[in-house]
C-alpha cells in the first residue's frame, strides 16, 4: 500500500463510526459561530466532504449521499473539518451560501426556543418559503 493511500485510511479510521457507519456532523459557520444545522456522514461523505470542499452527508430516510444544496442551491463550502475528543462528532466550519441551511427556509435548524409557558416557540424568521426553495417548476 502506498504511502497515500495509508495515509487516507488513517484519519478515516480515526473516527468512530457508530453500528450503521455513521457520525453525528454539525456544520457551524464560518465567522459567527453559528450552530446551522446536524446530520449524518457515513465514510463516503466524510471523504467526498474532504476532496471537493462542499459539505455530502448521508441521508437516513433517502438511504444515499446527500450533497448539500442539491435541490435548494444553499451549498456549504467546508473551510474546516474537525473532530471532538471522543473521536464520534466532526464539526464542520462552513460558508452557508444562500444564507439559508434549513429546509424550513431559516438560515438555522436550530430555530426554536423552549419557553418555561408556551413551550417550543419559533424564535427565527422564515427566509424564504420552502415551497418556493424545492418548487419543481
Not at 487516507?8 to 453525528?24: I, R, S, T, Y
Not at 476532496?51 to 448521508?58: D, K, Q, S
Request: charged share 25%.
Amino acid at each position: 500500500m502506498s504511502g497515500t493511500a495509508r495515509c487516507e485510511g488513517d484519519w478515516l479510521d480515526a473516527v468512530a463510526w457508530d453500528a450503521n457507519g455513521l457520525v453525528a456532523a454539525i456544520a457551524q459557520e464560518r465567522g459567527t459561530g453559528t450552530v446551522l444545522m446536524m446530520a449524518w456522514m457515513n465514510r463516503e461523505a466524510l471523504r467526498l466532504t474532504r476532496e471537493t470542499g462542499h459539505a455530502v452527508y448521508w441521508s437516513r430516510s433517502r438511504g444515499r449521499l446527500w450533497h448539500k444544496g442539491e435541490s435548494s442551491g444553499h451549498q456549504q463550502v467546508v473551510h474546516d473539518i474537525r473532530l471532538d475528543c471522543d473521536g464520534d462528532v466532526v464539526l464542520l466550519e462552513v460558508e452557508q451560501r444562500g444564507g439559508i441551511a434549513c429546509h424550513t427556509g431559516r438560515h438555522s435548524c436550530f430555530y426554536r426556543s423552549l419557553d418555561e409557558s408556551a413551550g417550543w416557540r419559533a424564535v427565527e424568521p422564515v427566509l424564504k418559503d420552502p415551497d418556493a426553495i424545492y418548487s419543481k417548476g
